[in-house]
């Protein structure tokens, strides 16, 4: 009869043991991309950015006009999908380095973190060109 409650009462403190342990891991970043490689005569219409080992937890400097989906996947494999639904609402790609993602990074076991994405842009609003990103495009700072 002991042994049953000695036992739950040790998967119970694993369990604790192990959610202060990722809760430790656990640090947020300000995230924008500084690299974008498109013209000045280019606007950017939509992207995507996707993460692993993190979470998605604020967007700053996206402008009224855009549609935005945040779909934080509870393995911490999440993504963030945008689109301007006017023309007027686009961005030049200047403006798009402005827009700032708050993630949550959250390493553990073989998951690691990393950044990629692509943005969408055009010149015409008929015919658009995808940007791919890469960890390497996007500028991380220690966020609060």
Known sequence: MLYPRLLS???FILMLLV???NAAKTERYAVCDRHLQASGDESVVSFEI???AGAFRGISNLPVGWGLVIDNDAPWRTKVTANTGVGAASLTPEEFKKVQF??????????KFN???TVSVTKDYEKTRQISLKMSDFSLTPAQ
């Open 9 to 11: 009462l040790f998967c």
């Open 102 to 111: 708050v993630i949550e990074k959250n390493e553990f076991g073989d998951l």
């Open 19 to 21: 959610g202060a342990t």
């Open 115 to 117: 950044l990629s994405g």
């Open 50 to 52: 996707h993460v692993t």
